[in-house]
């Protein structure tokens, strides 16, 4: 039973929750700054957590949606399989998916800098104006636009790469 399921995280600003059956819900927790979600294979949902910085999900097979907390600076989205969508969150600077099968898409989101997006079903990345490191690989026939803030994409061999002055490329072997 982790601390939440034990209502024991009052005055808590980072919890980890890993490996609970229990939890179901994270609810609002006041000054949480960073939480870490680790293989709770029956979390199914996440509250709009105000104040929180920072939020990795870990192969949560049953949570079906990241929620649009204003001003979060980073997402991991990991192996859940269930979430579909990415919310367009103000304020994200780094946003890591992969291997959640289920997103088709990423938003454009105002001021991020750090995208990783692997494995994933999606068919292009939005002109995403600042961003500066795109990693993106296994990502089958994936577009990728004009970004001139781009300084570094890696990607899979074969990937269309856009002719950026500067641009450094590193090919990962498919």
Same mark, same amino acid.
């Given at each position: 039973?982790?601390?939440?399921?034990?209502?024991?995280?009052?005055?808590?600003?980072?919890?980890?929750?890993?490996?609970?059956?229990?939890?179901?819900?994270?609810?609002?927790?006041?000054?949480l700054? $960073?939480?870490?979600?680790?293989?709770?294979?029956?979390?199914?949902?996440?509250a709009?957590?105000?104040?929180?910085?920072?939020?990795?999900?870990?192969?949560?097979?049953?949570?079906?949606?990241?929620?649009?907390?204003?001003?979060?600076? =980073?997402?991991?989205?990991?192996?859940?399989? =269930?979430?579909?969508?990415?919310?367009?969150?103000?304020?994200?600077?780094?946003?890591?998916?992969?291997?959640?099968?289920?997103?088709? $898409?990423?938003?454009?989101?105002?001021?991020?800098?750090?995208?990783?997006?692997?494995?994933?079903?999606?068919? =292009?990345?939005?002109?995403?104006?600042?961003?500066?490191?795109?990693?993106c690989?296994?990502?089958?026939?994936?577009?990728?636009? =004009?970004?001139?803030?781009?300084?570094?994409?890696?990607?899979?061999?074969?990937?269309?790469?856009?002719?950026?002055?500067?641009?450094?490329?590193?090919?990962?072997?498919?």
């Open positions: 039973m982790c601390i939440i399921c034990r209502n024991e995280y009052q005055n808590q600003s980072k919890i980890t929750c890993e490996r609970c059956p229990y939890i179901i819900e994270i609810p609002i927790i006041p000054g700054i $960073e939480l870490n979600c680790i293989g709770c294979l029956n979390l199914r949902k996440i709009n957590i105000p104040g929180l910085k920072r939020l990795s999900c870990y192969c949560c097979d049953r949570l079906m949606q990241i929620p649009n907390i204003l001003n979060l600076e =980073f997402l991991a989205c990991y192996r859940c399989l =269930f979430v579909s969508k990415i919310p367009n969150i103000k304020g994200l600077k780094t946003l890591q998916c992969d291997n959640c099968r289920s997103i088709t $898409e990423i938003p454009n989101i105002e001021g991020l800098k750090y995208l990783t997006c692997n494995n994933l079903k999606i068919k =292009f990345i939005p002109h995403i104006e600042g961003l500066q490191t795109l990693t690989y296994s990502c089958l026939e994936v577009s990728i636009p =004009f970004i001139s803030s781009l300084k570094k994409i890696s990607c899979s061999k074969g990937t269309d790469i856009p002719n950026i002055p500067g641009l450094k490329v590193h090919y990962w072997r498919t």
